[in-house]
């Protein structure tokens, strides 16, 4: 090889970062799903309860329980858009998320043990195997960051109905709050 060949810009590190950063995201994307759960808990049980409260009351507040039943029903489908959004976000609900590694060791070390035989210098073999290296880390950053990209815009969208279901969820307590005044 010559020496303008040689002469690359040494990004390995970059990619071999990139890499482990994207595998980072994944395992917090991994960790995210508990917070939902919690408060989609927490909102069916208040809104379970008051319905409850309300359903006692007598046909005269006909109108008022229709509100509250409309504002129920908002919270339920925000809810159930939102966790729809969640299990997509946590596993590509109905299919899964297929992260690439970086490849079997055995057969890197292989690959390794083949360029030292086929090559003239140990320099040329180690150029060789750094772009092998950094074209193998490039690739799965790259397909893993696109899934990662995917995941959080489903997980955007899963936030966006919990923050209906809880703003609705306070009209809701607002209501009961009221007739427990009157």
Do not use: W
């Not at 208040?46 to 329980?65: A, G, Q, R, S």
């Not at 229709?66 to 729809?84: E, N, P």
């Not at 998320?97 to 690959?111: H, L, M, R, T, V």
């Not at 030292?116 to 180690?126: F, G, K, N, P, S």
């Amino acid at each position: 090889m010559d020496d303008i060949e040689k002469k690359e810009i040494n990004t390995f590190d970059f990619y071999k970062e990139l890499y482990f950063k994207e595998i980072e995201r994944k395992k917090e994307f991994d960790n995210l799903i508990n917070l939902p759960i919690l408060i989609y808990t927490t909102i069916v049980a208040v809104n379970l309860f008051v319905l409850e409260k309300f359903l006692k009351e007598p046909l005269d507040k006909y109108f008022v329980i229709c509100i509250l039943k409309v504002f129920v029903s908002i919270t339920l489908g925000s809810i159930a858009c939102s966790l729809y959004y969640l299990l997509k976000s946590f596993v590509n609900f109905p299919k899964s998320y297929i992260y690439k590694e970086i490849g079997n060791p055995k057969e890197i070390f292989d690959y390794e043990l083949n360029l030292r035989e086929e090559q003239e210098t140990l320099e040329d073999a180690e150029l060789l195997m750094n772009n092998y290296l950094k074209d193998s880390f490039m690739d799965c950053a790259n397909t893993n960051f696109l899934i990662n990209q995917k995941r959080s815009e489903f997980y955007a969208q899963s936030k966006n109905g919990i923050f209906l279901g809880v703003a609705s969820t306070i009209i809701i307590i607002v209501f009961y709050f009221i007739k427990l005044i009157n």
